[in-house]
Nanobody, 122 residues
C-alpha cells in the first residue's frame, strides 16, 4: 500500500511565499507523474502544476512565473514553491501521484493526499 502525505500549508499575506511538500511512502513500485491540484470553496479541483519523472513540467497559466514545482525521484518527494501569493491562490492543495505497477501489463493508479490548506490574506 502506498501513502501520500502533504505538508507546508498555512496562512500568509499577499505577496508572501510558502513551500508545500508531498511524500509518497510504502510499497512503491514506480512513480511517473506527480502533481499539485487545488480546490477553492465552491469551485472545481484544478491542476496547478505537474512534473514527470524525467523532469518535464506543466503549469496552470494562473501560476506561471510565480510557482515552481520540483521533485526528488530517489525520495519520492515533490515540492511546490509558491511565490508572490495572491488571495485567489487560497484553496486546499492536494498532491497526486501516478503509481505504476506491473511488468507485461502496467497498471497506473492515481493516489491522492489528504490536502493542505493555503490561505492568502489581502
Amino acid at each position: 500500500q502506498v501513502q501520500v502525505v502533504e505538508s507546508g500549508g498555512g496562512l500568509v499575506q499577499a505577496g508572501g511565499s510558502l513551500r508545500l511538500s508531498c511524500t509518497a511512502s510504502g510499497s512503491i513500485s514506480s512513480i511517473n507523474a506527480m502533481g499539485w491540484y487545488r480546490q477553492a470553496p465552491g469551485k472545481e479541483r484544478e491542476l496547478v502544476a505537474a512534473i514527470l519523472s524525467g523532469g518535464g513540467t506543466n503549469y496552470a497559466d494562473s501560476v506561471k512565473g510565480r510557482f515552481i514545482i520540483s521533485r526528488d525521484n530517489a525520495k519520492n518527494t515533490m515540492w511546490l514553491q509558491m511565490n508572490s501569493l495572491k488571495p485567489e491562490d487560497t484553496a486546499v492543495y492536494y498532491c497526486a501521484v501516478d503509481h505504476m505497477e506491473g511488468d507485461d501489463v502496467v497498471v497506473v493508479t492515481t493516489l491522492w493526499g489528504q490536502g493542505t490548506q493555503v490561505t492568502v490574506s489581502s
